[in-house]
């Protein structure tokens, strides 16, 4: 009993990279689950897009076009910004909500998730290409958990009341921004809605979001269960479309009050610059990564060589917290080289919904052609190619395991986002050396370090600079923990109690009292 | 349809009083909880709404209920007790035997304590658990008695005596949103990293203190027992709860519940006794490491005294109150009548919180006095399980005889009865609503917790002088506060000694709310964010480290 419950409540496979979970458990999917939402979700209704056009999404496993979907542009981002202002506007039943009950919406929304989760995994697949099983027991639960985290918060996000000097009461109100727009990326479709939607919801705000043109459909899907369990309208509205029209149209907008984007540096700047230019609305911001993960000689070099392999190749190595520069401690460069060799080649590339399957295709053709110039060059730069390097099947976008060693600082493939299946070993000697050369780059989403010394643990995770430091693993995620990027990673940190930070506006009460008493 | 559900609710909100006692708001929470149902899903929507009576569309009580649970709840089984004696639970509505429960003693709580405390050894499964599963078996918990609220509302009128319309709306919905809220907690309970001077890295864990004894009272027989549980379950302690001997019946089916939602064996524990024996037993266990205790202030203090005659283990206390209810008059004063009257009424007046001194100003004091008089003797008295009624039995004879007792001496010693003042009806333990007016200070009804229908009034002329009467007291758990006047809320909000001030409502309770008493009222807090501090430990954990950089 116990154990069922404990599987069923908390699935500890969420925390284990894909080759540790058994299919046994992963019910069979369908590898053609049916669409049922391709339009525009405003208001809590469906809309064509106000042009008319739509746009096919693609399986990145055969190429071929799953669906045509709405394309949304800014006529109809004015349409959802016009519903996400009315229901945000005072003496609303969204504002009026006990926060208690906005909680209890997002816990049946989790549960309704949970109860579709293996249709949403397939979907998911079929649109993403991630492997099945990895959408299933790794992305869904996390969504359901980020959910129902963020049901927990809506009432215990607490206001002080403040000792001021004078003969004054004073207090704070942890009030919601308002309209919030939020543009999200295809990696992680399902929970990168959830890190969005869970802290924006459970503070009281109200939502446009963007979804990515490459994996519109599982967002949709969800959008459907968000009036299904009773949300009301115009709290969440979910528009497909591209970036330059769709999302540009968001992170100008004068009616947005803040707006959340995950995805490139590259479009980070843009959207920084759009909020200067119009009504400076709050940004945070996700952004790239060049995540160091450094093996010391005494790290357990079993762990090291498995951690790293996930820390690399998870999700086809389109993580922005991808450990893309492995640096591995002189002594113990040369085993660890072929170890991961051996490992990578062992890795298995294929149909996302074969259960056994450890990689699907990349994304798109974009993200496949960018990441083979990035192969390219390593070869060029003079980096040793010590597996993989080119295409993986004959159609899709499948692309090999592909390791480089004796890689240099200034590569371009030690420098630049690959966001593929493609992993760079460099050698250091000291840890001042390592911290120094972890540190030298514009990025600063995440690091990891492997060593059973505690005072090298300590210090490197004090020097790194980086949102997120994890020692003797990667790539753990709790809902609990805040995640953001120093630097040129981001602005902000999502999850966790900081999450809410960013979808807050405090406002300071003082009211004059005819006398002050402690 | 929406509409249409908003009004049946009000209906009974007006019919039941709902509004009072648990909180003011709960006729809108009521609304919400109905509102956010009605759009959700077939899982929430479809069984677990009570059958409703053909004629009012009222939630009706389970007729002919089956009492299941009689039996002392350890380590996920039902056990016989070990003296053999057994605890005969009546109605007071009727005085009827209702069924017998085994009598827990100090060998019950022994075994109890002992599977609590396997429960909580290092390794155990609820040690190893997520915080977050911890989470979700209160939620689950939560579901459960959602589907069975009918129940539980309906063994909580027949063995409390409280109306079925109160238990159902009020004392449910409180048990289930404490349980969703703390549920929420399980996960958000979180240390610190600290900046120590010197080359150390410091963080602090918060852990559970352990064993937790906690003895709870009749009179919201289910929601303090769901008080005491979620928060203690929240931070991962496991527990041993005697509920009160006159009202078991509630906190076993909670007991079965706990089974059911898959608590693993030990963490909950509940022994139904009596206070001289099996709560003795729990105040002076040396391997309990906690206690908490809701009841009357003579207990608290033998609680208090236990611990440090055994094992110096950690108390709370929640305990009596003779709480003051301020009117000005530049109050709303049909308002102000009507909270009052809810304030000290609620609940047969059964309310640690009841507002039972009443303290009019001067200009309104008569007007005040007449129209209270009147919703008083508006007051409908009969079976709880009858809907239109206001007002059920008191608990128990001795409770019934206090309060006549108490009765008889505000006569003695010259307030004036304006209304009640009697027992009512040919059977079963009901007392006459009664209004006592020109009570003084120094008289015993304005002193002591009557813990009844008894309402008193006294008449105050300056905001000085109220502060000062309000806070001589021994108590300080509530006080209510009418007025129009900003300047007047915030001082007199202030200066009062009490653990909760409502301004312009009364009983205005809910689970995110910190309760709990300044002097003798108790010792720290219950519910929300303050109430896990009373269920954890902080352990400071410090490393050294080569060199330290900001």
């Not at chain 1, 115009?234 to 009050?257: C, L, Q, Y």
């Not at chain 2, 898959?262 to 309990?288: E, Q, R, S």
């Not at chain 2, 809320?489 to 910190?514: D, E, F, H, K, R």
Request: charged share 25%.
């Amino acid at each position: 009993m116990l154990r069922c419950t404990l599987s069923r409540i908390s699935p500890a496979i969420a925390r284990m990279p894909a080759c540790f979970y058994s299919a046994a458990a992963i019910p069979a999917p369908s590898t053609q689950p049916p669409v049922h939402f391709n339009k525009l979700f405003i208001n809590n209704e469906w809309h064509d897009s106000v042009s008319k056009k739509t746009f096919p999404t693609i399986n990145p496993t055969t190429g071929e076009v799953i669906c045509q979907v709405a394309e949304g542009d800014k006529g109809d981002v004015d349409k959802a910004v016009k519903a996400a202002k009315d229901a945000f506007r005072l003496g609303s039943p969204w504002r009026r909500m006990d926060a208690s009950d906005r909680g209890l919406l997002l816990n049946r929304l989790a549960d309704r998730i949970e109860q579709d989760a293996a249709y949403l995994a397939e979907l998911e697949t079929l649109d993403n290409g991630k492997p099945y099983a990895v959408a299933y027991s790794v992305d869904l639960p996390h969504v359901v958990k980020c959910f129902r985290y963020y049901a927990g918060w809506a009432d215990k996000w607490e206001g002080k009341t403040i000792p001021i000097d004078g003969d004054y009461f004073c207090y704070t109100r942890h009030e919601p921004i308002g309209v919030c727009g939020q543009i999200i990326p295809w990696n992680f479709p399902l929970l990168m809605q959830a890190w969005k939607l869970g802290p924006a919801l459970a503070t009281g705000n109200t939502v446009v979001m963007k979804v990515a043109e490459q994996t519109p459909l599982t967002a949709l899907y969800v959008a459907h269960l968000i009036k299904e369990v009773g949300f009301p309208a115009g709290v969440v509205n979910i528009i497909s479309g591209m970036g330059p029209t769709a999302g540009a149209a968001i992170t100008s907008h004068m009616d947005v009050d803040k707006v959340a984007f995950t995805g490139s540096t590259e479009v980070g700047h843009l959207i920084q610059q759009a909020s200067g230019s119009s009504n400076l609305k709050k940004v945070t911001l996700e952004l790239g990564g060049k995540s160091p993960n450094i093996i010391m000689s005494d790290a357990n070099m079993d762990e090291a060589v498995e951690q790293a392999h996930f820390a690399l190749f998870f999700n086809q190595g389109q993580c922005c917290c991808a450990g893309s520069r492995t640096f591995v401690q002189e002594s113990i460069y040369k085993e660890f080289v072929e170890r991961s060799v051996e490992r990578a080649k062992r890795r298995v590339v294929g149909d996302p919904f074969n259960l056994s399957t450890e990689q699907g295709p990349q994304v798109d053709e974009e993200q496949f052609q960018k990441i083979l110039g990035y192969i390219s060059s390593g070869k060029r730069e003079g980096a040793k190619l010590m597996c993989g390097g080119g295409v993986a099947a004959d159609r899709g976008y499948f692309i090999q395991p592909t390791i480089f060693g004796d890689v240099q600082d200034d590569m371009t493939i030690a420098r630049e986002e690959i966001f593929g299946p493609v992993m760079q070993i460099l050698k250091f000697k000291t840890i001042e050396e390592v911290v120094e050369r972890a540190n030298d780059t514009k990025y600063g989403l995440a690091a990891a370090v492997f060593t059973k010394d505690i005072e090298k643990a300590h210090y490197i995770s004090g020097s790194l600079r980086a949102g997120t430091v994890w020692i003797n693993c990667y790539d753990v995620f709790g809902v609990q923990a805040p995640f953001g990027g120093y630097k040129a990673s981001g602005n902000g940190r999502e999850l966790g109690e900081y999450g809410l930070d960013n979808y807050t506006e405090v406002k300071t009460v003082t009211i004059k009292v005819p006398q002050k008493n402690s | 349809m929406l509409v249409k559900r908003l009004h049946w609710m009000m209906s009974v909100v007006d019919v039941d009083e709902q509004a009072v006692g648990e909180s003011l708001s709960l006729c809108k929470e009521n609304q919400q909880h109905t509102m956010s149902k009605e759009s959700s899903d077939g899982r929430y929507n479809g069984n677990k709404r009570a059958p409703a009576s053909v004629d009012t569309g009222l939630p009706v009580p389970v007729s002919d209920l089956k009492i299941e649970y009689t039996k002392i709840f350890i380590n996920n089984d039902w056990h016989n007790s070990s003296c053999g004696r057994r605890i005969p639970v009546y109605n007071p509505a009727t005085g009827e035997l209702i069924c017998e429960v085994e009598e827990g003693d100090k060998e019950d709580i022994d075994k109890a304590v002992k599977f609590a405390r396997q429960a909580f050894q290092l390794g155990s499964p609820w040690r190893q658990m997520d915080a977050s599963g911890r989470g979700r078996l209160l939620d689950e918990l939560a579901d459960l008695v959602e589907r069975d609220r009918q129940i539980l509302a309906t063994l909580e009128a027949i063995d409390s005596g409280k109306l079925f319309l109160t238990a159902y709306y009020a004392d449910l919905i409180g048990t289930i949103k404490t349980l969703r809220y703390y549920a929420g907690w399980a996960d958000k309970i979180q240390g610190k990293t600290i900046p120590v001077d010197g080359e150390y890295f410091t963080f602090t864990r918060h852990e559970p203190i352990g064993v937790c004894g906690q003895i709870i009272p009749w009179n919201f027989p289910l929601l303090m027992f769901t008080w005491k549980i979620a928060p203690a379950l929240c931070c991962g302690n496991t527990v041993v709860i005697k509920p009160a001997e006159q009202t078991p019946l509630s906190a076993l089916h909670m007991a079965a519940l706990i089974k059911e939602a898959g608590f693993p064996a030990g963490v909950v524990n509940v022994v139904p006794g009596y206070g001289p024996t099996a709560g003795h037993a729990i105040a002076h266990h040396m391997d309990i490491d906690k206690v908490a205790f809701t009841g009357s202030t003579n207990v608290g203090k033998l609680i208090k005294k236990a611990a440090g005659d055994s094992n110096l283990k950690r108390v709370t206390l929640e305990l009596g109150g003779k709480s003051p209810n301020i009117v000005f008059a530049d109050c709303d004063l049909e308002h102000a009548v009507e909270q009052a009257h809810h304030g000290l009424f609620f609940n047969q007046g059964q309310c640690c919180i009841a507002g039972s001194r009443v303290f009019v100003e001067e200009p309104i004091y008569e007007e005040f006095v007449r129209r209270s008089v009147e919703r008083a003797k508006r007051r409908v008295l009969g079976n709880p399980l009858v809907p239109g009624v206001d007002q059920g039995p008191q608990i128990d004879k001795k409770q019934f005889d206090k309060i006549l007792e108490l009765i008889e001496s505000g006569k003695r010693d010259g307030a004036k009865l304006e209304c009640g003042g009697r027992a009512w009806g040919q059977k079963g333990l009901f007392i006459q609503p009664t209004v006592f007016s020109d009570v003084t200070d120094d008289m015993r009804i304005a002193k002591e917790e009557i813990f009844g229908p008894v309402q008193q009034i006294m008449k105050f002329s300056s905001t000085e002088e109220v502060i000062k009467r309000a806070n001589n007291t021994q108590y300080g758990l509530a006080a209510g506060l009418f007025t129009n006047d900003l300047n007047k809320a915030l001082t007199i909000s202030s200066a009062l000694q009490a653990g909760t001030v409502w301004v312009n409502c009364y009983g205005a309770v809910s689970s995110q709310c910190p309760f709990g008493g300044y002097k003798m009222s108790g010792n720290g807090r219950e519910m929300g964010e303050y109430g896990l501090e009373e269920y954890t430990e902080v352990k400071t954990v410090t490393i050294k480290i080569p060199q330290k950089n900001s």
